[in-house]
Each structure stands twice: as structure tokens, then as C-alpha cells.
């Protein structure tokens, strides 16, 4: 009996720490999209991104329309986008040290502020919780819901449209 419990112990705490490397892969996988996202680096972005047709980026939350793909996007897609954000948007993301973070295997959810600068000039100070899943066992994202702050992100849509039509109104005067 004692041969059974010490396996069985044994079995347990090597699993422990198999999780425990794939939690701290997958953690550091997260931390670096937000790194990458401040860095507008395109290019770690798409690693982190699995080449799964399955892959979908979600902008969360419903009233947002998802910015015109309510059904998410895949990683081509996902990746123009980001790059559109970055001239139409946010000029600087600058995502601080997460709030919070919550972890599972193949899962892990990270409450984060930015403290950045908005095409206009405006700061940029949104809020997120990033819900992303992984591909079973590693560290790329299959699934990404990135909620923010629709309010915020409502208001400041409409203040960079109107500095827009004023400086298109100006530019044709």
C-alpha cells in the first residue's frame, strides 16, 4: 500500500509541476502581448497568434459591434486591424502592470489599465480584461476576448471624429 501511495504521490506532484511550467509559459505568453501591444510590434504579436483556422480575436463587449466583426477575427485579420488602431485610435497603448490575473491550465484572464495617448492627442486611459485560451498544452492563443471600456472607448471615438471633420472643414476652408 505504501508503494501504491508513494506512485501516486509521486505521478501527482510531477503533474504539479508540468502545470506548473505551462501556467508560467502561458503567463509569460500573455504578459508579452501586452508588451508587444506597447511596442506596436506586429511581428510578436502574430507569435503569440495560432495558426489554427479556428484562431478568433473578439472585441468585447457586444455594443461595440466587435469594431465591425462581431464574429471576431482571424489572425490576418486580427493583425490589420491592430495596425489600423494604431492610426485611427490609439497612438500609445502603454498597458501597465496588471490589476489582476486569474489562471488556469490553457486559460488565463488579466485586468489591465492603459495609461497611453489617443490619436488626438488625448490620453489614452482604457480599461481591459483580456480572457484568452490557449492551444491545449502551449502557448499560443486559439481564442481572445478583449473586453473594454465601451463607454470609453464610445466617447473617444466621437471626439477623434469630430477633431477630424473640424480638421477636414479647416483644410478645405
Known amino acids: 500500500m505504501d508503494k501504491i501511495k508513494a ?12 502545470d506548473s511550467a505551462l501556467l508560467a509559459q502561458q503567463k509569460t505568453a500573455a504578459m508579452n502581448h501586452l508588451k508587444y501591444l506597447n511596442e506596436w510590434n506586429y511581428q510578436g504579436v502574430a507569435s503569440l497568434l495560432s495558426d489554427d483556422p479556428k484562431f478568433r480575436y473578439f472585441f468585447r463587449p457586444q455594443s461595440l459591434g466587435g469594431f465591425g466583426q462581431p464574429d471576431g477575427r482571424d489572425k490576418k485579420a486580427t493583425l490589420e486591424f491592430m ?16 490589476i489582476d490575473v486569474v489562471q488556469q491550465v490553457d486559460k488565463i484572464a488579466v485586468h489591465v489599465k492603459t495609461d497611453g495617448q489617443a490619436v488626438s492627442g488625448d490620453p489614452y486611459t482604457n480599461e481591459y480584461i483580456l480572457l484568452i485560451e490557449f492551444e491545449a498544452g502551449k502557448d499560443r492563443f486559439i481564442k481572445v476576448n478583449e473586453m473594454m471600456d465601451s463607454l470609453y472607448v464610445t466617447e473617444l471615438q466621437k471626439k ?3 477633431g477630424s471633420a473640424a480638421g477636414a472643414a479647416a483644410h478645405a476652408a
Open 83 to 98: 495596425k489600423h488602431l494604431q492610426t485611427s485610435i490609439v497612438k500609445s497603448f502603454n498597458f501597465g502592470t496588471p
Open 7 to 18: 506512485a501516486v504521490d509521486s505521478a501527482m506532484a510531477s503533474h504539479h509541476n508540468d
Open 160 to 162: 477623434i471624429a469630430a
